[in-house]
Structures are given as C-alpha cells and as structure tokens.
C-alpha cells in the first residue's frame, strides 16, 4: 500500500468512527435532558418558561459535543491537511 | 490489494458501521423522550400542548445525531473524495 | 483474493452487521415506548387517543433507524456502487 | 481459497450472527412488552380490549426488526447476489 | 484445507453459535414474561383467563425468534446450499 | 492438519461452547420464573394450583431453549453429517 | 502437531471451559431460588410445604442445566467419539 | 513443541481457569443464599430451624456446581486420560 | 510505510479517538446536570436564580475536559510538533 | 522453548491468574455476608448468637472456593505433576 | 521504523488516549458532585455558601485528576525527554 | 529469548497482575463490610461492641484472600521454584 | 528497535497509561465523597463542621491513589532507573 | 532483543499497571466507607467518636490493598531480583 491509499482508508475510518461513537453520548445525554424537561413541565407547568430556557441552553451545551465530532468528521474528509501534503 | 480495492472495501465497512452503531443511541434516546411524554401526558392531561411541542423540539434534535451518521455513510457510498481522486 | 471477491465479501459482511447491530436500538426502545403506552392506558383510559396518537409518532421516530439500517443493507447487497465500478 | 469457498464461508457466517444477533433484541423487546400488558390487565381488567390491541400494534412493530434480520438471512443464503455472479 | 473442508466446518461453527446466541434473549424473556403472569395471577386471581391467553399469545412471539434460530441451525446442518453446491 | 481433523475439533469446541452459553439464559431465566412462583405462593396461597401449572407451562417453555442446544450438542457429537460425509 | 495431539488438547480445553462457564448461570440461578424460598418462608411460614416442593421442583429444573454441561465435559474426556476414531 | 508438553501444558491452564472460573458463581450465590438466611432470621426468630435447613439445602446444591469444576480440575492434573494415553 | 506516513495516519487515528472518546463523558455529565436543574426548578422555583448560577459554573466545568480533547485534536491536525519536525 | 521452559512459564502464569480470579468472587461474597450480619445485629439483637453461627458456617462454605484456588495454585508452584514428569 | 518515528508515533497515541480516557472519569464525578449541590440548594436554600464552598472545594479536587491528564498529554507533546534524547 | 528470561519476564507480569487483580475484590468488599458497620453503628449505637467484633472477624476472612495474592506475588518474585530450579 | 527505543517508547506508554487509568477511579470516588458531604449539609447543617473535616481527611486518602499513580508516572518520564542504566 | 532490554521493558510495564489497576478498587471503596461515615454522622452526630473510630481502622484496611500495589511497584523498579540477576 503507498501512502496515499493508507492516508485516505484511515481518514474514511476515523471520520466514521468518529461521528458514530461520537453520537451514542449526546443522543443518550439529550433525552435525558428532555425526559425530565417533560417530567417539570407535567409536575410544574407555571414554570414552562424557565424550564423550556433553562432545556435549550443545555440541549445547546450538549449538542456542542456532538458538532465538534461531526467538525472533525468533515474536516478529516474535505479538508485533511495529511492528504493535502501528501497529494500536494 | 490495489488501492482502488482498499478505498472501496474501507468505504464499505465504514458506512455500514457509522449508520449501524450511530443509530443505538438515537434510538433508545428517543425511546426514552416519547416513554417520559407518554407518562406526562397521563398525569397530567390539560398540558398536552406543551409536552407534545416540547417532545418534537426533543425528537428533532436526537434525530439530528441519527442523521449525521446517515449523511456520512451516504458521503462514503456516493460521494467519496478519496474514491474520486483515485479514480479520477 | 481478487478485487471482485473482496468487495463482495466485505458487502455481504456488513450488510449482515448493519442489520443485525442495527436492530437492536430501535427493538428495545419500540418496546419501551409500547410498555409505557400500555402503563399510561391502564392508568388513564379516558387518555386513550392522545396517548397512542404519541405512541405512534414516536414509534415512526425510533422505526426510522432500523429503516435507514435496512436501506443501507440492501443497497450493500443490490445497488452497490463500488461493485458495479468494479464488475462494470 | 477460491473465491467461490470465500463468498460461501462468508454468506454462512453472516446468515448465522445476522439472525442470532438480530433475535437478542425484539426477544427482549417483545417480552417487556408483555410483562406490561400482563401487568397492566391486572391492574385495570376493563380496559382489556384496548391494551391487547396497542400491544399487538406494538409486537408487530418490534418483530418487524427481527423479521428484517431473518429476510436478509435468507436472501444470503439463497438469493445471494454475488455468489449468483460468480456462479454464473 | 480444501473448500469442502472449509465450509464444512464454518457451518458446524455457525448452526453452534447461531442457537446458543440465539437462545439467550428468548429464555430470559419468556422467563421475565411467565415472572410477570406468576404476579398478576397472584394479584388478580379472577383474570386468570385473560392473563393467560395473553401469556401464551406472548410467548409464542416470543419463542419465534428461537425458532428462526434452531431452523437457521438446522438448514446450516441439513439442507446447506453452500455444502450442496460443492459436493454436487 | 488433515480434513478429519478439522471436521473434529471444530465438532468438540462448538459442542462444547454450544451446550455451555447455551444453558446460561435458561438456568437464569428457569431461576426467575421460580422466584416469582415462591413469592406468589406466599403472597396467595389460595392459587397454589394455577400458579404452579402456569409455573409449569413456563419452565418447559424455557428449557426449550436449552433443549435445543443441547440436542445440537448430541448431533454435532454422535451424528455429524459432515463427519460421516468425509469418514463415508 | 499431529492430529491426536490436537484432539486431545482440545477436548481438554473444552471439557475444562464447558464445566466452567456452564455452573455460573446454575448456581447464581439456584442461589435465586434459595434466597426467594428463605424469603417467602419467613414471610409465610405455614406455607412451608408447597414451598419447599416448589423449590425442588424448580433446583432440579435448573441443576439439569448444570448436568447438561457436566455430563458433555465427562463425555469428551472419556467417551470422546473422534479420539476414539482416530485411536482406533 | 512436542505432543507431551502441548497435552501437559494445556492441562495446566484448563484445571486452573475451570477452577477460577467456576468458583465466582457458587461463591456469590452462596453469599447471597447466606445473606437472605440471616435476613430471615432477623425477621422471624422463630423459623430458625426451617430456614437453616432451607439454607443448608441450597447451600449443597450451589456448592455441587463447584465440585462439578474443582473434580474436573483434579482430574486434569492427576488422571488426565490423553497424557495417560501419550505417556504410556 | 515511510516515516511521514505513520506519523500521519497516527495523527488522524488520535484526533478522531481523542474527541469521540472524549466527548462521551461531557455529553452525559452535562445532561446529569441539566436535568437535576430542571427537576430543582420544578420543585423550588423561586430558587431560579441560584440554581442557574451554579449549573453554569458546573457546566463550564465539565465542558472543560471536552475542550482539553477537543483542542488536543486540533493540536494533532493543525499544530503537530512531530509532523513539522518531519517535514521540516 | 524447550519443554521444561513452558510447562514452568505456564505453570507461573496459572497459579497467579487462578488465586487472583478465584479471590474476587469470595471476597466480595463475604462481604455480602458480613454486611447483611452486621444489618441483621442491628436489627434483632436479641439473635446474635443465631445470626453469627449461621454466619461463621455461611464464611466457611464461602472461603472454601478461594481454599479450592489457593490449593490449585499451591500445587501448580510446589507439586506439579507434568513438571516433575518433565524433570525427572 | 526508525526510532524517531516510534517514538513520534508513540508519543502522539499516547497523548490522544491519556486526555480521552483522564477526561470520563472527572467529567461525569463533576456532574454528580453539580446534580447533588443543585438538589441540595433546592432542598436547603439557606445554606448556599456552604454548599458552594464545599462544591467548590470538591470540584478543585476533582478535576485535579484531569490536570494530571492534560499536563502529562502536553508533556508527552512539547517537553518528551526521550524525544529530545533521541533528536539530541 | 533464552529459559532464563522467559521465567523472569513471566515471574514479573505474574507477580504483577495477581496482586493488581487480587486486590479490587477485596477493597470493594471490606469497603462495603465497613460502610455497613458504620450504617448500624448510627442506627444501634448500644451494639458497638458486638458489631465491631463481628466487622473485624469478617475483615479478616476478606482481607485473607488479598493476603493469599500478595504471598504468591512475593512467591514469585522471591522463592520462584521454577527460576531456582533453572538457575541452580 | 534497538533498546533505547524499546525502554523509551514502554515507559511514554505506561506513563500515560499509568495517570488516565488511575485518574478514573479517584475521580469518581472523590465526587461520591462530595456528593454526600453536600447531601449532609443539607440536612444537617449544624455539623458542617465535623462533615467537612471528616470529607477532607477522606478526600485525602482518595487522592493518595491518584498521586501514588502520578508519581510513578513522572518517575518513567524523569527517573526511569532502566533508561539511566541503558543510557549510562 | 536481549535479556536485559525484555527484563526491563516488563518491569516498566508492570510496575505502572499494577498501580494502575490496583488503585481503582481502594479508591471506590474508601469512597463509599467516607459515604456512609458523611452519612452516619448527618444522621447521629453524638456517634461522632465512635463512628470516625471505625472509619479510620476501615480506611487503613482498605487503604492496605493499595498499599500492597504500590510496594510491588517500587519493588520492580528499584529492587528487581530477576533485573539485578540479569545485571549482576
């Protein structure tokens, strides 16, 4: 195998595996936070604005994680600087 | 092997495992969200509206992690970069 | 091993895992989701309408991954891109 | 190993864990489903129609999953597109 | 080894492991299903009727799955195209 | 190492591994059931005798599964066809 | 390594593994068993008798999981069919 | 390595894994059995005569499977039939 | 393999670990997090202010270590100190 | 290797994994044990002399499976049958 | 490989994993040491200083260990004395 | 690698692990026997004196089975049999 | 690879190794000991004072652990007695 | 590679996993002992002596089983017998 060939099959494995463990904590980690964001609202609904603010930033928190994987993913596919030396 | 096979075979394996692990977690989160919405909506009847809406925002962002993997396995089957500038 | 039987090979593998790793989330949270179904109707009947309307949203959510696992496995198995460049 | 012996040894190997893995979930899935309904009958013995109903619904559901493992199980074992080219 | 060999023994492996995997999900989930009916009846002797027509409904599902697997084993055993097709 | 030789040993290790996962589902899963009949018996003496043929139906339901490996275990040891194929 | 050597070691092995792996599910099983049945006597002791036949009952069920196992370990070791082909 | 040391060797590895393997089982099932025993008479002085016997009872049962795996461990080391066989 | 190549085909392989791994314990931590402020908020809503407060400095916290891996993955792709001492 | 090198490295590599496995399962078994008697002194008293017989016999049965390792791995070090067959 | 390449190569692996694997264990302590001050403001909203402080203490502690991670990561990095020796 | 080394290196990992693995089950298990100790001393302070003598009798049993790990462990680095045997 | 390299390239991997294991088991300790220390102000706030002190004698113990890892850690990177001898 | 290289490339090895490893259960366990003292205290604060007396004896016993490890660890880096045979 040359070079280039070992570059771009590692870069193709990376960038799945990365996006695929990648999305197992955030999707378990939203539902969590949405299960009790449903649970609050049913046992508090005067609170419904609180709760649904306090839920976003922390949907939003957590979502974060799963970007930077799936940044990675794309960067290791469109803009992998090895490839580039290499193909350069 | 020759290169072209290694790329392909590596595609193969890739796509299948990002679509194959990336959609546990989604899955059982998802689960998690609609059991919780069923329960609120039993105990608690008139807030129907804001579970049910609140449940939606939820689903749509732990599906967004289903789909990431999805779209990178679609990457590797059909538009591969490492596959075109090797058969290119 | 010739090119041809490797990419064949390796679809036939990972059209199997796909599947198979696949259906594992979405059977155990479907089921999830009905038990809950079937413990809030228990609990309130006169919520049957709302109820399995959610249950059935929910369950088109998680049966999605299983679908996008059973695409990709056909698609491996019949409409597979690199064994057509290859026999092609 | 002639590509023949390869592509048969593989289809058998995938036809078994494709439909031993794929039965682990909805056999669970399955079973929790029933606990529920069981529980949920004696809990509630008037509601008997629409509980046996959402749970037939939901059954259906799961096995569907592990109907879509023993149809690829099948298909490798006698509708198996690659053995078929190289045969033929 | 020969092709005959080789196929000959990745069947005994497969039609081996395809039952023993393949019998772990429905022997607990039977058992978690007859656990639950044991309950009900204890709790609700008068719907012993209906508790165990949907028992045995359950279990039936249920031990499909074990039976996809056992007739996997058997095929694999008995009536192996692969095996067929060599020998023939 | 010769065909024969192959054909066996593969025969002894999946008899024995067969035999042995094989039994680990049921043995829990006949425990449970048990469990739950012991604890029902003192809660409702009254319903020893439905309680105890339920119990009944389920074991034998249960070690099925066991059953299977087991007879599998029999015919990889005592009348293996790919063994009498190559002895023949 | 000649094939006698080979047989030999590995009906070792899997005389050794089956035993082993096979008394873990029996005796955390009966365990179960005796605990529950210690349980329910000092919840209700004027049950003692059906009791305790029902936990007979149940240890024999699950100890023929464990004897399934032990009689293949004693089998290999000393009624060992392929040894005895190749011996012979 | 020669056909002696292979049978010689393996042996020491089998009696020592069937016998550190086989022990986790009984020992926490028995400390389980014990656990429920003193809870019991804890609860119900009384009993102590039926529950100790219940006890010693299980206690038998559970530690069978452990002489199951010490007896094949012993029997590897000091009358092992293959290295009989070889040596002699 | 030259030089370049590993050292290149390392750095992709750690960069994807590094985040993948790296984001599960955040994603889930953060969750845990979100959720008990919601269930706090639930239950003392004139506590808001409090609680916010401190779920932010928590969150700030355990996002930390998914900064630390994710800035370790830029440093591999970007900034390696290895690579430019190869190349250089 | 010669022969006497690997029956003494694997005899080492036994008698090390067999106590350190075979402790694990007695320990943490006694310690069941020792908790639920120091639970049971605190409740009733009044039973401590029952309650630690039944315990002392509970640590013997328990202990006896970490004797039944220590044993083994004793005799692998100092009595080795296929050592001193080797060696003398 | 020459060593500078191993050590390269070795240094770079390392650094990835010790950060990943450093960051799970800190990540998810943090959050449960968050979730319980959350719980306890909401239960004992006069104490926030104590509970602050102490969270405060306790977080300094634990991310401590993650420090540890990251400052070897950055050494194995920027200040590797064996890297040095080599290229020295 | 000559005997000698073989002995010393596999003397070291032994001695190594069997004190690394021998000492989880024995820190969790006298943990919990204290944990529990100091549970019923605050429920019964009366019975310090029986529920210290009984903690200290059961630390002992447990601590006993890490004993055994650390003389084997100090066994081989320091009355190694087999080293002394191959060295004299 | 020449020994140096072999010696370098062990301890950078055991260095790392060393602090990302034994970083997990103290953080997540320490966070339990925080966790309840929190719980217990909350309850009893006027022992905040023999709480904090015993939290940190405890917190102490804990991070003996992680330091006792840390040294060692350092000790193959600055101290590493087999380098000195090889270097020197 | 030589004697002295292998000796001391395993004493590296082993020295960092056995503190590794072996700080994983002592830190669990003396965390859960400080738990419940926390917890005992919070809820009998007149027990304070007795119960800090039992938590330190516990701590030590605890804290021994690291403290085996760590002694095994300096050992096979500065005391070495088969390292200092080797050298000598």
Known sequence: MDSITIIGAIS???SGFTIAIGS?????????????ALKS??????EYNSISRT?????AM????????????MI?????????ALVG
């Open 12 to 14: 193709i494995i990376m």
């Open 76 to 84: 290791l596919l469109y803009a992998n600087p090895f490839w580039n």
């Open 24 to 36: 197992i904590g955030p999707a378990i980690g939203e539902a969590n936070a949405v299960v009790q």
């Open 62 to 73: 957590i979502e974060s994680t799963a970007i930077y994987c799936f940044v990675l993913s």
């Open 41 to 46: 609202i049913a046992q508090q609904p005067d």
């Open 55 to 59: 839920l976003f930033v922390g949907l």
